[in-house]
């Protein structure tokens, strides 16, 4: 329950990061008209108000210079994720120090570039949770199809599927998303994302194509099929959400595999393009300095408990499903 608390706590942080940290206003009047400039760090498209002169995504300034009646409400932080605070951006703020350490103006401190680690790190919540769901959100589609249909029709149809899954498993995602990358002119965080998707199904469709060939067998679909129900709906309203319960399990462990994997190639540098701050990316900054110990101990501590939290969940998820764990329990 407190990982379920943490990762509760995790996408609070992601969904609200702007509103935590960043240099754009939430919510600003300017000229008569009301702006919500930290929309941009969702997708720059919906900065395209303020993007230009005068403000140059530095706002505190021209504001009040081109218009002394606007009015702004800022973030809890004032840092930037993908760039350093400049001198006097903020009335009276010294620019952000290179390589420094912990302060009261950089609560995780700098990398070498003056980006603040805190506002990447709180930024890069959402890169890794969103690698995590919308990966496994694929995984669990198609495994769940191919699963379903193996299980239930049987026959050639089963022997089809399960070496076309057979032949998935042998496929090694990191060598794929690093071909991948080879291969597209410029590569996305969403084609990360759906290499990661489309090569971690596997075990979600033998799960669940094990547990059809037991649950096809239950009196109920036999009678469902008496009273001419079609396959469809007995696959999808009857025998599926039987089926669930077990392979919430492995979708969970995968989120934290998939959470895994996007931190590994930041770290390698084949991770989530600029300026989509990441996790694997400010460990990779800090290999070259080991001085520089803020720069490996926050993010280091961030994946960490993450990915904890996600195994956690998921052998809790798992001790509920099988009578044989939860009744040795106790």
């Not at 919500?36 to 005068?54: D, N, Q």
């Not at 070498?112 to 959100?137: I, W, Y």
């Not at 396959?231 to 959470?259: C, D, E, H, K, Q």
């Not at 520089?292 to 001790?319: D, R």
């Amino acid at each position: 329950m407190l990982a379920l608390v943490f990762v509760s706590f995790l996408a609070l942080v992601a969904l609200f990061s702007p509103a935590i940290v960043g240099t754009k206003p939430l919510v600003c009047r300017y000229k008569g008209q009301l702006y919500f400039p930290c929309l941009g760090y969702y997708s720059p498209r919906w900065e395209a108000a303020f993007s230009g002169a005068p403000f140059f995504k530095r706002y505190p300034k021209p504001l009040k210079e081109n218009d002394p009646g606007s009015w702004a409400i800022w973030p809890l932080k004032y840092n930037d994720p993908s760039r350093a605070v400049t001198d006097d951006e903020v009335p009276g703020r010294p620019a952000n120090p290179q390589s420094s350490g912990p302060t009261w103006l950089n609560w995780f401190g700098t990398d070498s570039r003056g980006f603040d680690v805190f506002a990447q790190m709180v930024h890069g919540t959402r890169t890794a949770l969103l690698v995590g769901f919308v990966s496994m959100g694929i995984a669990a589609a198609i495994g769940l199809t191919f699963g379903s249909i193996a299980g239930y029709y049987g026959g050639w149809t089963d022997i089809v599927l399960s070496r076309v899954i057979e032949v998935v498993m042998c496929i090694p995602t990191l060598i794929l998303i690093l071909a991948l990358i080879a291969v597209i002119e410029k590569p996305t965080t969403m084609h990360m994302m759906a290499v990661i998707g489309m090569t971690s199904w596997t075990g979600i469709a033998r799960l669940v194509r094990g547990e059809f060939l037991k649950l096809k067998q239950m009196e109920y679909v036999a009678a469902a099929k008496v009273l001419g129900v079609s396959s469809g709906r007995i696959i999808f309203r009857y025998l599926l959400p039987n089926s669930l319960a077990p392979v919430l399990v492995p979708i969970t462990f995968g989120v934290a595999a998939a959470i895994l994997i996007e931190t590994a190639l930041s770290y390698i540098g084949f991770g989530a393009p600029p300026p989509n701050p990441s996790w694997g990316q400010l460990l990779r900054s800090g290999q070259s300095n080991y001085q520089n110990w803020w720069l490996i101990l926050f993010p280091g501590l961030g994946i960490f408990l993450t990915v904890l939290a996600y195994n956690l969940i998921g052998e809790g998820l798992q001790e509920a499903t099988d009578p044989r764990l939860r009744d040795g329990g106790r």
